[in-house]
């Protein structure tokens, strides 16, 4: 249901007065993306040994023409340190004139990256993806909670987007439910330059109307897209923005400061994921055990369910407000565990009727997050943690890779007792990128197995979704002439189903259930992972001696 600021702004857009400045400040926009999406240094430096460039804020300052009498304060403040604490300078400032408006930007911080990557598909592709609202959220979901069109322009051909104008309102996460959302109205403004060619802008607009959120400010953020002679596209990624860290948890400041939690790398690697994952649907590879055969139909059904766990789980996770996260009240020893009650009427979900409990918590580890990743998704490592399978034999009889990278899949797994006997399969998803990890996975029956294998419609099939989220923890740390990021967050979501539950209350008993799946995994993780260490620090030792002699 739409709230009534984003009513009155989808009336009000089309009033001349506010029309004209929306266009306006859209044109200032594109023409500052297109700008700054090519110049190199002194505007952009690299981010330590990272992919992705970050803005130079003295120097964006002198190109937006607010060099004044305070940039000698600001210089003052970069040589000691604490140009994290940089006002809002904004280009488009001087047609702010609410007073509310202006408190509210006070305290933001900026966050500024680029970053440039090649898609194996062409312009046209890149650009309904992100014109279309629908296939923006649904390829973004693992960082856009929500989004909606409030009202459109149309200043172009009819049938192109090319001068197609959206104004939008959008909330955005970090796949945890410690870290708050942000959300904001913007414009997103699409120009065609050539054949190959395509630019589209986002630029905030929050001081034009009234608006619930004041924590988050896009200045003009966007992509360029220029087609290859491959067929491909080069896309520049730029993600300029305001925020406010006050109420970060101390855990995820580093990550959010460094500009890769929000920032332009995990938006990319977000886009290169979806048409990876378009493509793979089209493939007739999968690797099979000697005893397993599955037609493409069913391979397309397991590759459809384990798309719809995946978005489900980021959904859960994400801090919206849609989703009623509660704490739970610690006791000795205990780690911080958020829970939401899920009520499922009929016809309103793939789940059965009744309540459901989704709790999360979030651990630090002292290991790196691709190390942290390839124990929790192997099917060897499996039994160390999973209550469920501590005491079978855990197998992988069938999988189909994601893109180029063999540890990004779609896997089932079988979990087999002392008889070889199966007491339980699962469906599981692993994927990485440069900014996050995800092992997804849920138990199925050997009866939807068999559905799934048929090609029947995965809408059919109950799967709920739990697993891991790792991002990395901590600044990245010198090694000579490499850098390397050895800290982890790991937040972790499982789902319960039950009776004694309501929509307002959770009994002492499932309470202490709850409690006890949390606390009997990190422990399993953390004791295997120790005793891995320990292994690995015996080895090192043992190759510095050298060889034996006799």
Known sequence: MQRASDLLFGVSMFAEPISIKIIDRTSSAMNELCNIGIRGKPLWHQHNSDRYESLNNIEYLKYSGCVDATLMNIVKLAEVGKLQALPSFDPYGNQINSMSNENSVRGLQIEASRDTTMVNVGPNDIVELLMNVNQWWMTFHNIVSRATILGSFMNGVEGSYDGRLHVMNAEFHLPSPVVPTRECCFARYCKQFSPNDWAVVDVSLEDLFPYPSNNFRKRPSGCLIKGMPNGGSKVTWVEHVEADHSQLNDL?????????????????????????????????????????????????????????????????????????????????????????????????????????????????????????????????????????????????????????????????????????????????????????????????????????????????????????????????????????????????????????????????????????????????????????????????????KGPVKK
């Open 252 to 544: 995820f400041k580093p990550l959010v400061t460094s500009g890769l939690a929000f920032g332009a790398t995990r938006w990319l690697a977000s886009l290169v994921r979806h048409f990876e994952w378009s493509e793979t649907l089209k493939t007739t590879q999968f690797f099979t055990d000697g005893n397993a055969f599955i037609p493409q139909i069913g391979r397309t059904s397991f590759l459809k369910l384990a798309d719809r766990m995946m978005r489900k789980f980021c959904a859960n996770l994400s801090a919206t407000t849609t989703n009623p996260w509660m704490r739970l009240a610690p006791f000795p020893g205990s780690t911080d565990v958020r829970v939401m009650i899920q009520n499922n009427m009929p016809g309103t979900s793939n789940n059965p009727v009744g309540t459901t409990i989704v709790f999360s918590t979030t651990i630090w580890f002292n290991i790196s997050p691709n190390q942290l990743f390839n124990f929790l998704r192997h099917e060897k490592s499996r039994n160390k943690w999973d209550i469920l399978s501590k005491s079978l034999s855990i197998q992988q009889f069938a999988c189909m890779t994601i893109g180029e990278h063999l540890e990004n899949r779609v896997s089932l797994l079988r979990a087999s007792n002392s008889k070889d006997k199966t007491e339980i399969f699962y469906l599981q998803e692993s994927y990485a990128d440069e900014t996050a990890s995800y092992v997804i996975y849920a138990p199925l029956d050997e009866s939807a197995l068999i559905h799934l294998a048929k090609g029947s419609s995965p809408d059919n099939v109950i799967a709920f979704p739990s697993g891991f989220a790792i991002i990395p923890g901590g600044l990245p740390k010198d090694k000579g002439n490499n850098t390397s990021r050895n800290e982890s967050l790991l937040t972790i979501s499982f789902n319960l189903i039950d009776k004694a539950s309501n929509i307002t209350s959770i009994p002492p008993e499932s309470v202490q259930t709850i409690y006890g799946i949390i606390t009997e995994t990190v422990t399993a993780i953390k004791d295997a992972l120790s005793c891995h260490s320990r292994l690995n620090n015996w080895v090192q030792d043992e190759l510095k």
